[in-house]
């Protein structure tokens, strides 16, 4: 197993080997991203020596000399206080590989790869590649509670290879949430994990999978609180307002791939629905307004960066309007437009378009169904905003009046536009 020095990407005697994610995407035929790796019978003082540079404040990790690439010491870690922060970390040079290799989450994650291309898979993670199972490596899985987002979040990225979660770790992630332990899971570390859900092909597999571990309430209650809440079977065959939320979530992530802004908004454009009294049931009037209160709790609790924070409000304050462009009248459109701010930010609309035909076609049978309004949306908002305020104002006019010259413009603008197909 001891790679030899002339082995590329070796460094004098160093046992070195890559790990976690660059040998399982490989496995899995996913184009490689950063590379990991594990150096074995070393000290911090042997491999400043040989020229790495340390970077890690709370365990040895250093960069390649040449590379720059990432190199961990061996550790293995003691759990000693609830929640993720509470291990102790030990890195000294008789940690051996498989130390290493027990303390990491799933066994997919827990593969070693040598120089000479070797496979070290102490827990069997290549056959839970080929069955494409997730499976926790060993009993430490429960001690931190930010592995039941993790699994949630690897869901979302593998579900649609064929993932899925193994029924003795569904079991643990359940006792996870039982325990009350998520609740010490600071919310950067939530909002982390969920960004990269949201990026993912298939974010519905989170919010699935936390729901099965009986995780999800403690971690999004506002969406947790859809499910169950019925809407109008002719507008939404599937009826629950939680798979609706599913749907959507999945259709933004197949109209914008990798697009966590758009990911988020389309996650949140609903919450009003489960405010909606159950003497109101199936209609939601005015759920767009009810669900701007808990959008806010969830974006100040998580610390949810602007750009999503906006997109979200205005997809959850809007969609309906949006779906509504083709009716609207000339005046409204501009004023929808304008409440967007989208004549300084002008992106804003194509991502609101986006996130309202997710909306539309994340319905059961609706998945190809066309969305004219946001094309119309487009077309309208590209005419308003080819009007200057030169074109509009006239000499000798002082503030309001500007204003309402450049309104009117507008409007004229989206008036002769309509009117031209």
Excluded at 25 to 48: K, N
Excluded at 62 to 77: K, Y
Excluded at 127 to 147: K, N, S, T, W, Y
Excluded at 301 to 329: D, G, S, Y
Aim: glycine share 8%.
């Amino acid at each position: 197993m001891c790679a030899q020095p002339h082995d590329p990407g070796h460094h004098g005697r160093m046992k070195i080997y890559l790990v976690g994610g660059a040998v399982r995407d490989r496995l899995l035929g996913l184009p490689a991203g950063d590379r990991d790796f594990v150096v074995v019978g070393e000290t911090p003082e042997s491999m400043a020596a040989a020229g790495f540079r340390p970077v890690g404040r709370d365990f040895p990790v250093f960069l390649h000399p040449d590379s720059g690439e990432e190199h961990a010491l061996a550790r293995t870690e003691r759990k000693t206080a609830p929640g993720y922060r509470g291990f102790v970390v030990h890195a000294d040079p008789s940690v051996t590989l498989e130390q290493d290799l027990e303390r990491r989450d799933f066994t997919i994650n827990a593969i070693a790869e040598t120089p000479d291309g070797t496979l070290v898979d102490p827990f069997d993670g290549q056959r839970d590649i080929e069955q494409r199972v997730l499976r926790h490596v060993g009993p430490a899985f429960i001690e931190d509670p930010l592995r039941v987002l993790r699994a949630a979040r690897f869901m979302a990225r593998f579900a649609p290879l064929g993932f899925s979660v193994a029924p003795e770790t569904l079991e643990l992630m359940r006792t996870m949430a039982a325990s009350g332990e998520l609740d010490a899971l600071v919310p950067e570390r939530i909002w982390q994990e969920l960004a990269k859900a949201l990026a993912a092909p298939r974010p519905s597999a989170f919010l699935q999978t936390l729901r099965q571990a009986h995780g999800l309430a403690a971690i999004l209650p506002e969406v947790d609180a859809l499910y169950g809440v019925p809407q109008r079977a002719e507008y939404h065959p599937e009826i629950d307002t939680g798979i609706h939320q599913e749907l959507v979530s999945d259709m933004a992530a197949q109209l914008a791939p990798g697009d966590g802004v758009i990911g988020f908004a389309a996650l949140t454009h609903d919450l009003g629905k489960a405010l909606t009294p159950e003497s109101k049931w199936p209609r939601h009037i005015g759920h767009e307004q009810a669900g701007l209160k808990p959008l806010e709790g969830l974006c100040e609790r998580l610390k949810v960066p602007n750009a999503h924070r906006e997109l979200a409000r205005m997809a959850c304050r809007e969609h309906l309007n949006v779906h509504r462009t083709l009716e609207l009248r000339d005046a409204t459109v501009h004023d929808l437009l304008a409440r967007c701010d989208a004549f300084r930010k002008p992106e804003r609309i194509e991502a609101l378009v986006t996130v309202c035909e997710a909306d539309r076609r994340g319905r059961l049978g609706f998945e190809d169904a066309a969305y004219p309004q946001g094309a119309e949306l487009m077309r309208l908002h590209a005419a308003a905003l080819a009007v200057s305020a030169r074109d509009a104002v006239r000499e000798g006019m002082t503030g309001p009046a500007i204003g309402r010259a450049l309104r009117k413009a507008r409007i004229d603008a989206i008036a002769t536009t309509r009117s031209t197909p």
